[in-house]
């Protein structure tokens, strides 16, 4: 009854008034809720823009993985295909060096006749050196045997023969060789022989050594060279290795011939 008695004007300011979006409506409830999730979202996941990009970027990532691993592996066939040039060159110069050519035979440490083609079908690694060597030969014979623990571990890995020629055939007689490698290896191979069998073997493998003067006691030094030779399991000369280097790159230079070697015999 009161707003009939206050006339247009009341009813016209009444009808200006807008009911407000309170949070225990409905509409205010939307409101609210959408508000929310507009300040939830980010770039990629409130239109526009921002949805092109996310598919854009995980395109550029995968072509980029791609072409990453495209390099790596022609990386990867390049170095392979230079190693196998290059033990291919050296295994070349080597032949026309006439290295380990010659056959040889001579006397194992229990007295058995052992030629070259014995060893026909096995990796060996030789060194030739002497029983009254005071420090050199021991540390080389010492690092023979490390390569050959080292390759022993692998089981997929062929065997490999170790083998101790003497040049001082005067003195290393079998039961010397016997006594001397029984201190290092259980498969070494001590070979001896006579004067003119032992220069045989040490001149196929350009060998040189010479014995020196003799003291009062009659004894003496043989100065030789020094190389660990790898013949492949065809008997023919692969590679040798010096005293600088260590055991751990002796295993892998033996490694990769094994993975490389190829047989050239019928």
Not at 102 to 110: A, E, P, R
Not at 170 to 180: H, L, N, P, Q
Not at 192 to 205: C, K, P
Request: charged content about 20%; overall charge positive.
């Amino acid at each position: 009854m009161l707003l009939l008695t206050r006339g247009p004007m009341a009813w016209h300011r009444l009808s200006r008034l807008k009911p407000p979006a309170l949070p225990g409506t409905l509409g205010g409830q939307a409101l609210h809720l959408r508000s929310w999730l507009l300040s939830r979202q980010g770039p990629a996941e409130t239109g526009g823009q921002g949805q092109r990009q996310g598919p854009r970027l995980q395109t550029r990532l995968l072509i980029t993985a791609v072409f990453g691993a495209g390099l790596g592996g022609v990386w990867l066939a390049l170095r392979t295909e230079k190693e196998r040039l290059r033990q291919q060159q050296r295994m070349e110069a080597l032949r026309q060096a006439a290295v380990g050519q010659g056959d040889f035979c001579l006397l194992d440490h229990k007295g058995q006749a052992r030629c070259k083609a014995d060893f026909r079908g096995q990796w060996v690694l030789m060194y030739f050196g002497f029983t009254h060597c005071p420090d050199i030969c021991p540390d080389e014979l010492e690092k023979l045997v490390q390569v050959v623990q080292l390759l022993e571990a692998e089981p997929a890995l062929p065997a490999v023969q170790p083998v101790f020629i003497t040049v001082d055939p005067e003195r290393d007689d079998v039961k010397a060789m016997a006594r001397y490698v029984q201190d290092f290896h259980p498969r070494l191979l001590g070979l001896t022989g006579s004067t003119e069998q032992v220069a045989q073997a040490s001149h196929s493998y350009r060998v040189y050594y010479s014995a020196g003067p003799k003291d009062e006691d009659q004894d003496y030094i043989v100065d030789h060279s020094i190389a660990i030779y790898l013949l492949n399991p065809d008997g023919l000369f692969t590679d040798y290795y010096g005293r600088s280097r260590s055991a751990e790159q002796i295993a892998d230079s033996v490694r990769r011939h094994m993975a490389a070697f190829r047989s050239i015999l019928p």
